[in-house]
């Protein structure tokens, strides 16, 4: 009797998700300390779950449009207007199922076989998974600790191939908390230009930065159909805590409606009403829960970053969303993702490890910020100084 039909070759490229994988170790183990995934920690307000379960109430669980519900698309049109100060319509927001269907569905209308893609090293995992899974090339472009992990235009523009179609820009940074200036930004939005490449603009921590701007790299678009480059993912579940919820938006460049109503049709038809319904209820509401999110983040990085300091551990100095980026080369002997496999064993505590997000992230963790102070405290306490004290 013939065996299971071969699955198709390129699914044996799509890397193991190292920040899942210890995770999913830790939530097997008693008692842990779990600093290694960005789960937000408060409760959701009140009126965001009234109109999720309102929907449900009256019974609107029919499909909606591909693109969402109208109000929705406006409500994520005027946070994106009020914010980076670009006009947007409504027309040219698309209701997606979270981020990452987000990033699936516009790397399947820019990506072809073989296409190469550039994405930042270290950066998040599945900017090189969800390129791998469409038969495209991931490219990273290196970020550097000398250069506090700024894109260089020059590095970039080195990796550029004749099959290079897409540049993926991430700030604030995931894994890194960097945010990249004003600057770079429109300079990295004319590279793109003379070089003919799409970009998309991953802004899923875009409500928080700390002293200093969020920057998107629509502002330096084209507005003009034919003309525009810039597709921008964003997403609530970090902004209001709706990870489960799964809602978020792709704001796409002009004259691409038709198309992209499509491609939706063809990837998940449309997101769960109540979803969208608690998304609008978030984004209209109020925003107590957002600066409340911000302070805390602030907060747990001040506090973290005092005791990495005291212990004479390197880290780079978070500007954005809610992570640390810390180094434990003196720890992890060259094979850092087996190291905080061992240090959960030993210790109790998780924390994701940089090989996660890239090559460059070996001997680096990430520290999730966004849990409890005294959890994070008690978690970051447990690292071995650098000095042996």
């Excluded at 940074?173 to 945010?179: D, I, K, Q, R, W």
């Excluded at 850092?336 to 090559?359: D, K, M, N, Y």
């Amino acid at each position: 009797m013939a065996g299971m039909p071969e699955l198709a070759a390129h699914i044996h490229d799509v890397p193991v998700n190292q920040i899942r994988e210890i995770t999913e170790a830790a939530w097997r183990t008693p008692g842990a300390v779990i600093l290694s995934i960005g789960e937000p920690g408060f409760p959701l307000p009140r009126h965001i779950l009234d109109a999720g379960i309102a929907c449900l109430d009256r019974d609107e669980t029919n499909y909606t449009p591909n693109a969402g519900i109208h109000a929705l698309r406006e409500a994520f049109a005027e946070r994106f207007r009020m914010t980076n100060g670009v006009d947007v319509g409504a027309e040219r927001v698309y209701v997606v199922d979270g981020a990452q269907q987000g990033l699936h569905f516009v790397m399947s209308m820019l990506l072809s076989p073989g296409d190469e893609i550039l994405i930042p090293n270290p950066g998040y995992p599945t900017f090189a998974m969800t390129s791998k899974l469409l038969n495209a090339v991931p490219v990273g472009y290196p970020l550097y600790p000398e250069q506090n992990f700024q894109p260089q235009i020059a590095d970039i523009e080195a990796l550029i191939t004749e099959r290079t179609r897409v540049l993926v820009i991430n700030s604030p940074s995931n894994p890194l908390g960097a945010v990249i200036s004003e600057s770079l930004t429109r300079d990295l939005v004319a590279l793109a230009r003379r070089r003919d490449l799409w970009i998309i603009s991953d802004e899923c921590y875009e409500a928080f930065t700390f002293d200093v701007p969020h920057v998107s790299p629509a502002r330096f678009d084209s507005t003009a159909p034919g003309e525009a480059r810039v597709f921008t993912s964003l997403t609530l579940s970090k902004t209001f805590g709706l990870t489960g919820l799964r809602i978020g938006a792709l704001v796409c460049p002009p004259g691409l409606e038709r198309t992209m109503n499509n491609v939706m049709e063809a990837i998940v038809s449309c997101v769960a009403s109540p979803s969208q319904y608690a998304a609008l209820a978030a984004l209209t509401g109020p925003q107590d829960y957002v600066e409340q999110a911000r302070q805390h983040y602030r907060t747990n990085r001040d506090a973290a970053s005092e005791v990495l300091a005291g212990k004479g551990i390197r880290h780079l100095d978070a500007q954005g969303a809610f992570y640390l980026w810390a180094d434990v080369s003196h720890l992890s002997d060259g094979n850092v993702r087996a190291w905080v496999h061992q240090f959960l064993a030993e210790s109790g505590v998780a924390f994701a490890p940089g090989t996660a997000f890239g090559s460059i992230g070996e001997g680096w963790i990430r520290i999730a910020l966004c849990g409890p102070t005294e959890e994070l405290l008690d978690g970051v306490k447990r690292l071995p100084s650098k000095n042996g004290a």
